[in-house]
């Protein structure tokens, strides 16, 4: 089975610095989505930026990227400029490439991002 | 235009009841989902549903059953609630496509 980890429970990070938030997994398939989701205090699952395995260039969103280790299994999500806005939740989370039960996303425990003033 | 909405977006409820959280979507995805976010903010996955037919369904107590009347909706039942049960029930849909549109979130209470 698919496990995500999460290693820091909490950050926190100044206006307008960067931060990186760790993500490793466990799969033993080729294949496969890794997703970057914010929740805010209003509890909206947010799609902040997404990377198919099969893909080595790294995605971006603007103030957001990733650095996908494949063969580290690491995924980790770098926010730039930092704003008060930034301040939630962040869950990583793994997809499966295949249908069926491979359709589920399997989800890291989370880590709480403070964005100081 | 809301695009996964469920109702309703809170429930208290008392220890015993039986209850439903209604989801439905306006994407024209053929799958949905229905996820379980515990006190602890862990989301997950419970049921899912493609085309109409149950494609997932996790270990989740037999109180819990879903039912996906058409590939728009997907409704949680949940019997006999426990006070276990208190957490926030997402629904989400997807197209064969890889992204997963979330609702609100439906908070239950159970005292």
């Known amino acids: 089975a698919q496990t995500v980890t999460q290693s820091q429970p909490e950050m926190s990070v100044q206006e307008a610095e960067t931060v990186t938030l760790s993500c490793t997994y466990d799969?033993?398939?080729?294949?496969?989505?890794l997703f970057w989701y914010k929740q805010p205090p209003s509890r909206q699952m947010i799609l902040v930026i997404r990377?198919?395995?099969?893909?080595?260039q790294n995605a971006t969103e603007n103030r957001f990227s990733v650095n996908f280790q494949k063969a580290a299994k690491s995924f980790s999500l770098k926010i730039s400029d930092s704003q008060l806005g930034d301040a939630a939740m962040y869950f990583c989370a793994y997809r499966g490439l295949s249908g069926g039960s491979n359709y589920k996303l399997t989800f890291g425990k989370g880590t709480l991002l403070t964005v100081n003033p | 235009d809301t695009a996964v909405s469920q109702t309703p977006k809170y429930l208290v409820t008392q220890m015993g009841n039986d209850k439903s959280i209604k989801c439905e979507q306006n994407?024209?995805?053929?799958?949905m989902y229905w996820y379980k976010q515990d006190s602890k903010k862990f989301l997950k996955i419970m049921f899912s549903y493609n085309n109409k037919e149950l494609i997932i369904n996790e270990t989740v107590p037999n109180r819990f059953s879903p039912k996906s009347p058409d590939k728009a909706h997907l409704n949680l039942h949940i019997n006999s609630l426990e006070l276990g049960d208190s957490a926030v029930y997402f629904c989400a849909s997807s197209q064969v496509a890889v992204r997963q549109f979330f609702g609100p979130g439906t908070r239950l209470t159970v005292l």
């Open positions: 799969t033993s398939e080729s294949d496969y989505y």
């Open positions: 990377q198919e395995a099969y893909k080595q």
């Open positions: 994407l024209g995805h053929d799958t």
